[in-house]
């Protein structure tokens, strides 16, 4: 079991730039790829943002690209994301997500920190 608690949202100008944190606890979590996901106000769906697998490779939504940055600290169980050049298109809550599949899927998410971004 693995529990997930995110912090570091809040209300930014365009432009500007925060830092998402999301604190694990429970074992293992070196075995976890680890994501963040967002979901839109109105949005159904959530758009994966941002991945960082066990090996330290990384993958970004396309709309993120070059302006976030994913990265993960095994020794203290956290994974956080640089947000950069916020854009009011950013806004949404953002959950942190921690993902293995051995044979079964494990799959974990965090309660979600809001994001705005006004236009």
């Known amino acids: 079991q693995v529990q997930l608690v995110e912090s570091g949202g809040g209300l930014v100008q365009p432009g500007g730039s925060l830092r998402l944190s999301c604190a694990a606890s429970?074992?293992?979590?070196?075995?976890?790829?680890m994501n963040w996901w967002r979901r839109a106000p109105g949005e159904q769906q959530r758009e994966l943002v941002a991945?960082?697998?066990?090996?330290?490779?990384?993958i970004y939504g396309h709309s993120v690209k070059g302006r976030f940055t994913i990265s993960r600290d095994d020794a203290k169980s956290t994974v956080d994301l640089q947000m950069n050049s916020l854009k009011p298109e950013d806004t949404a809550t953002y959950y942190c997500?921690?993902?293995?599949?051995?044979?079964?899927?494990?799959?974990?998410w965090g309660q979600g920190t809001q994001v705005t971004v006004p236009s």
């Open positions: 997500n921690a993902r293995r599949n051995w044979g079964i899927l494990n799959d974990y």
């Open positions: 429970g074992s293992s979590f070196s075995t976890y790829t």
């Open positions: 991945c960082v697998r066990t090996d330290g490779s990384t």
